[in-house]
């Protein structure tokens, strides 16, 4: 079983950047795909970004695309969310997720992941 914890949030303003990390204990990150999803207050919880076990595959949702970039070092059994050009609507915990994967396949969906961290929070202020 794999241990995920996510740590890197915190207050930023408007068009800043942070890079959020995701370490993975008990069992090496590289047998899964990995994803990040987010929950505001009140809302419910959205898919932000996905990368496959190898880090061949990335996929964003389209409030991300352009702005995030999902990366993996499998050596050091770590996934990074890095978040630029950040908006106010980023605000919300973030969760980094874990699916178990036979092939190099993304998930989008958080019913595909069976592994989550505690999440990290992310304040973006205008």
């Known amino acids: 079983q794999v241990q995920l914890v996510e740590s890197g949030g915190g207050l930023v303003q408007a068009g800043g950047s942070l890079r959020l990390s995701c370490a993975a204990s008990?069992?090496?990150?590289?047998?899964?795909?990995m994803g990040w999803f987010r929950q505001a207050p009140g809302k419910e919880r959205e898919f932000v970004a996905a990368?496959?076990?190898?880090?061949?595959?990335?996929y964003y949702a389209y409030s991300v695309k352009g702005r995030f970039t999902c990366s993996r070092d499998n050596a050091k059994n770590t996934v990074y969310l890095q978040m630029n050009s950040l908006k106010p609507e980023d605000t919300a915990v973030y969760y980094c997720?874990?699916?178990?994967?036979?092939?190099?396949?993304?998930?989008?969906?958080?019913?595909?992941?069976?592994?989550w961290g505690q999440g990290t929070q992310v304040t973006v202020s205008s």
């Open positions: 997720a874990a699916a178990v994967r036979a092939n190099d396949a993304v998930g989008t969906h958080s019913y595909e992941y069976n592994k």
């Open positions: 008990g069992r090496t990150v590289s047998s899964y795909a």
């Open positions: 990368i496959s076990r190898s880090g061949g595959r990335t």
